[in-house]
């Protein structure tokens, strides 16, 4: 059975950083892309971005472009996102997922499992 669970969320000021962690079993690990995605209150979840099975690719949303990076542990079965210069609007819950196949996707179709989630509240 796969599980993902994501940790490192909090509280943090405006311009500060946060590293989130997920750690993954029951899948083998390096063969399969992993994603991150959030969702605000009131809204929808939305694509962060991604990044391959070796980690030497990632892809992302425009809106965390430059301030947001994905890293993995293959050794670790961990994917990363760190997190620079927040804004409130980055205020979401934020989730990890596995894709489906070996290629990373921009859609929620493209996963099959998600971790429970972790909040991130950034205040002004």
């Known amino acids: 059975q796969v599980q993902l669970v994501e940790s490192g969320g909090g509280l943090v000021q405006a311009g500060g950083s946060l590293r989130l962690s997920c750690a993954a079993s029951?899948?083998?690990?390096?063969?399969?892309?992993m994603g991150w995605f959030r969702q605000a209150p009131g809204k929808e979840r939305e694509f962060v971005g991604y990044?391959?099975?070796?980690?030497?690719?990632?892809y992302y949303a425009d809106s965390v472009k430059g301030r947001l990076t994905i890293s993995r542990d293959n050794a670790k079965n961990t994917v990363y996102l760190q997190m620079n210069s927040l804004k409130p609007e980055d205020t979401a819950v934020y989730y990890c997922?596995?894709?489906?196949?070996?290629?990373?996707?921009?859609?929620?179709?493209?996963?099959?499992?998600w971790g429970q989630g972790t909040q991130v509240t950034v205040s002004s």
């Open positions: 997922a596995i894709s489906k196949a070996p290629v990373g996707s921009s859609s929620e179709a493209g996963y099959d499992y």
């Open positions: 029951g899948r083998t690990f390096s063969m399969y892309a």
């Open positions: 990044i391959s099975r070796s980690g030497g690719g990632t």
